[in-house]
């Protein structure tokens, strides 16, 4: 089925027998749920639901919203399931892909990247054309390298924002085959290689120059922020219940730390993170956000306070030094 820009698998044989199916968008395709509801309703004479709450990574499955409307099913579009994340309930991942074109991908490879051993990565959408572009460029003189990843990845080649496992540390230089900054700026921060972002939709590449400024904006930024949380008394450490961004081992280890410092704190559970929210609990000096990373990294202005991840919580204590700062990743 094409809707839009995306071309949706839908997997109608796997659906035969459930009664109730909860389906959840991202959110650009939630504009079509209609349609999907439509030809859902039609194929699988089920009951269909639509969760209308934000879904960024199938670290964020809606199992107790299935539970709650008693659905049977739920059916998560647009990202690939995450391997060691174990699930009690019936989930099925629908592949959401946008098509690229390999050979002008290829071309614009070969056009810029000056290295010839290099790692390529990639977010779901494309993952299924990273072999393609591997064939050609080594036709081309390329050793292409394609990593497999950590247990959160679910195939070589695939990047999170939470997670750059899949990256090859043995390659020269990383290209990025995706859209967006945040991916090839955290490839960059935690390889420290020359990172090329080749965006397939613009075909457009940015140097790995452009790449490493970004980088070293982000960096100030966040040491700006881990600066201004010195001195800080009250923290609030946030967790969230999403089942793949749920760190509740890692609140605990900061709230231990902090009350070995005799600072206050609080630990906040919640499930989208939302600073209008946090304001109905007062004022806090800063915030320790151990969901998503891209909250803190992303959306820090949004906040009334200082937000930083538990990696900069170490430099923040001392326990780290600013030279050897690291991206956040979930493994
Ligand atoms: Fe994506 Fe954030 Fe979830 Fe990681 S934690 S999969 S970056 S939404």
Redesign the pocket.
Known sequence: MILGSYRIEIPFEELKGYKRILIQLPSGLKIYARKIIDILEEKTKADILVSSDPC?????LAVDTALSMDADLLLHFG?LP?PNLKIDFPVKFVDVIMDIDVSSVTDLIVSGVTEKNISIVTTAQHIRYLNEIRKNLEKRGYRVRIDEGDG?IAQPGLV????FSSVSRDAEAVVFVGTGT?HPVGISISTRKPVYSLDPVSMTLTSPNEISAMADRLIKRRFYLITASQGSENFGILV?K?P??NRMDVALSIRKKLEEKRKKSCIIVTDTIQPDMLRDFGKFDCFIST?????ALDDHEMFDAPIITPVEFEILIGERKFDDYIFDS?T
Do not use: E, V, Y
């Not at 960024?56 to 964020?60: K, M, P, S, W």
């Open positions: 960024f990574g199938a670290c964020d990202h995450i959160r999170l924002g939470c997670n945040f969230s999403k793949g961004q969901a998503c990373p891209r909250i979930i």
